[in-house]
């Protein structure tokens, strides 16, 4: 599992925190590497040259169980949505 970590000022490099949702505080997290790089490549456009995101694979083990109770939550209606049509 990929996380995006980021450091908001490259001067204090070990105060950083991973791309959390701003509704529900879940961290976001991609199976592929390469789903994590597009979503981080979106997300440095613009951005100032203090703050540092990269991928890790350095998430919380509650966090990563969160993270992953809500992908199967949403993967299972998206399903059923399917289903029904």
Do not use: C
């Not at 789903?35 to 703050?51: N, P």
């Amino acid at each position: 599992m990929f996380a995006i970590k980021i450091i908001p000022n490259k001067r204090k490099m070990s105060e950083w925190y991973l791309l959390r949702d701003m509704e529900d505080y879940i961290v976001y997290i991609w199976t592929r590497k390469t789903e994590a790089e597009k979503a981080l490549a979106k997300l440095q456009e613009g951005l100032s040259k203090f703050v540092i995101l990269e991928i890790t694979e350095d998430i919380n083990v509650s966090a990563l169980k969160r993270a992953t109770d809500k992908k199967q939550k949403t993967h299972g209606q998206q399903t059923a949505l399917e289903r029904s049509e």
